[in-house]
């Protein structure tokens, strides 16, 4: 029986933009959001499932003590996230594996501007308007250090939207890069040895 993966929370998991703690978020002057440059992640492969999955998602070396890889990931999902991108995005891992793939494209922005929209809506009230902010600066100004690609009416909609701030006010933003992820980068991940190869080694490693 393959061992349950516990997901961590949002807020816990390394590199994410906000801290779920209302006052570190109004006591920091300091968001990796701030930073122009990010720790890029191994891409190596030839070395078995587990410690790809460890280089590559350091946050899951807590849930790796067993020594079979298939605890951690099965064939059988990764096979799953071939069927929707919803479905890639609606598991931990897929994220980070898309994210990787994302970063060899040097279009990582798409995943972070998605995840950091999902993280919004479930943001208290009294901390909307910080977090709008921080996202907005961050991926959609027209000066934003990781810049999304949207066009000019949804960048002048989600900036009046911000003005006023709602759980939904990034939602006609976020569709758009759902959308170009959904047509442009997924499909070109599943042909990509990122994904190939680590299917490849769960269904060779469940063999043995």
């Known amino acids: 029986m393959r061992a349950a993966i516990s997901t961590p929370r949002l807020d816990k998991m390394p590199g994410m ?6 006052k570190d978020l109004k006591e920091t002057g ?30 899951l ?36 594996v898309f994210g990787n793939f994302l970063k060899s494209e040097f279009s990582e922005e798409n995943i972070e501007f998605w995840l950091a929209c999902e993280d919004y809506k479930k943001t208290e009230t009294g901390l909307l ?17 990781k810049q999304i690609n949207i066009d000019y009416r949804t960048r002048e909609s989600t900036a009046k939207k911000i003005k006023t701030p709602t759980p939904t006010s990034f939602d ?28 490849n080694d769960l269904q060779a490693n469940s063999l043995k």
């Open 17 to 22: 933009f906000f801290s779920a703690n209302p």
């Open 30 to 59: 300091h968001s990796p959001l701030d930073d122009k440059t990010q720790k890029r992640r191994p891409k190596t492969f030839g070395m078995d499932v587990k410690t790809y999955l460890r280089s590559m998602i350091p946050h």
């Open 61 to 96: 070396e807590s849930g790796m003590k067993s020594s079979k890889s298939k605890d951690i990931l099965s064939a059988e999902e990764v096979i799953q996230w071939s069927q929707s991108l919803e479905k890639l995005l609606a598991n931990q891992i897929g994220q980070d």
């Open 129 to 145: 308007y910080f977090k709008a902010e921080k996202i907005y600066k961050a991926f959609v100004h027209s000066d934003a250090v």
């Open 172 to 199: 006609e933003a976020q569709k758009v890069i759902y959308t170009l992820m959904e047509k442009d980068s997924y499909p070109r991940f599943l042909k990509s040895n990122i994904y190939l190869n680590l299917l």
